[in-house]
């Protein structure tokens, strides 16, 4: 990561680009230079004429240093307008870490390329969310939905992937497919291992690559909602929603799907037994390992699916009493989570429902103190201006 501000430069097209992947270098000051490249796993992939998908997966190493970007290539004038508003929001939100940057392209492309169609791409990690998007369009339980193209799998997010596991990885994600007859196109990349995944703007930059790497193939991409609106409600708030800000002109990336409660969403799975075997939000261990059951994010999928009124989808799930009454929200989104899973639990379970309504309880106490707290030592000037 550059330690000052100054002028980057992004080259695409580095050594090693090619007909299966689209790559680009940024360089920076103090001799700064790191490479990013995407690569499908099993096919031949034309990397897109514009950059709209690479320059938005570096913007967040030049957000930290502060500067100016300035682009070897062609990118559309929504990408240029899009990133820019990017930049900004993060910087008014988190003024001491981010900046705003100025962007130039080399050539600025004027008006779409491609017609949207009926298709779109949907970004699947698997995960309950991301699961539930691509099924809402696949059932048509949204109107206007899409037709599933491909799900778009990315492999590298992770410091702990690796080949031998990526295989593994896409071979349970091909058998859940298989019964919806929707195919797989994984895209392997090197942004965890080049540190290029910003820890508070997250993996949505990345992903957004991955989308526009077929936009010659496809000209919308789908991906999920990364938490629920009540979450925006708590301090300290999760960061700004924008994730329609990584689309361009010749792609749109959209994001869609869960704002609905985790049990609505698990029952929504139910007639989709393969995916719903293959759910897992956690985040303890590889992508291709099954998951841990006992971390916060496995149980609250666990949780999910009994709240629904169903059985576990996988025997790796489970939901003990002492975990749930235990259980580690860290931060807003599994508090909202938490409590969207108590409001739509149905019947069954009630010591379950009984250990999740304290915890959610006591979290709701806790919070009520520290806010007061908050607005107390602001009125006397001990602390900074609340609401943020």
């Known amino acids: ?29 103090g001799g700064y230079e790191t490479e990013l490249w995407l690569r499908l796993v099993d096919d031949a992939l034309t990397p897109p004429s514009v950059l709209d998908g690479l320059v938005g997966a570096m913007l967040p190493v030049v957000m930290r240093a ?5 682009v070897r290539g062609s990118l559309t004038r929504s990408a240029l307008r ?15 870490r981010f900046h705003r940057i100025r962007i130039e392209a080399d050539r600025v492309v004027d008006g779409p390329s491609a017609q949207s169609g009926d298709e779109a791409l ?73 540190g290029l995944i910003d820890p508070e703007i997250g993996v949505l930059p990345i992903v957004g690559a991955a989308l526009h790497a077929f936009s010659t ?15 925006q409600l708590r301090f300290p708030r999760p960061g700004p929603v924008l994730q329609d800000l990584c689309s361009g002109d010749h792609f749109a ?10 049990p609505q969403m698990a029952g929504a799975l139910l007639p989709h037994p393969a995916l719903a075997a293959a759910v ?12 841990c059951g006992r971390c916060p994010d496995c149980r609250l999928t666990a949780l999910a699916f009994l709240a629904a009124g169903h059985s576990l989808p996988r025997r790796e799930l489970r939901a003990g009493l002492a975990g749930v009454g235990t259980l580690r929200f860290n931060g807003p989104v599994r508090a909202a989570d938490a409590e969207a899973t108590l409001e739509g639990w149905r019947e069954g379970h009630r010591a379950l429902r009984g250990a999740l309504a304290a915890r959610v309880g006591l979290a709701a106490a806790v919070t009520d103190i520290r806010d007061h707290l908050r607005w107390f030592g602001a009125a006397a000037g001990l602390r900074p201006p609340w609401p943020r």
């Open 253 to 262: 990336v959209r994001a869609d799907g869960g704002v609905n409660p985790p």
């Open 280 to 291: 897992s939000d956690c985040h303890r261990g590889p992508r291709h390992a099954p998951p």
């Open 122 to 194: 949907f970004a699947w990690s698997g995960s309950l969310r991301s699961t539930h998007t691509l099924v809402r369009h696949l059932d048509g339980l949204v109107p206007g939905h899409f037709k599933v193209r491909a799900a778009v799998r990315v492999l590298g997010l992770r410091r702990a992937d690796d080949a031998v596991g990526d295989a593994a990885a896409l071979e349970g994600a091909r058998l859940a497919l298989a019964p919806d007859g929707v195919p797989l196109w994984a895209v392997r990349t090197n942004a965890a291992a080049a």
């Open 1 to 29: 990561m550059p330690t000052m501000s100054g002028a980057f430069i992004l080259e695409p097209g580095a050594p090693g680009a090619g007909a299966r992947g689209w790559q680009g270098t940024l360089r920076g000051p």
């Open 66 to 70: 502060g500067g100016s970007l300035h």
């Open 82 to 96: 899009n990133l820019t508003e990017f930049s900004e929001a993060w910087a008014n939100w988190q003024p001491g």
């Open 217 to 231: 193939r496809c000209a919308v991409g789908l991906h999920a909602r990364s938490w629920l609106f009540a979450a």
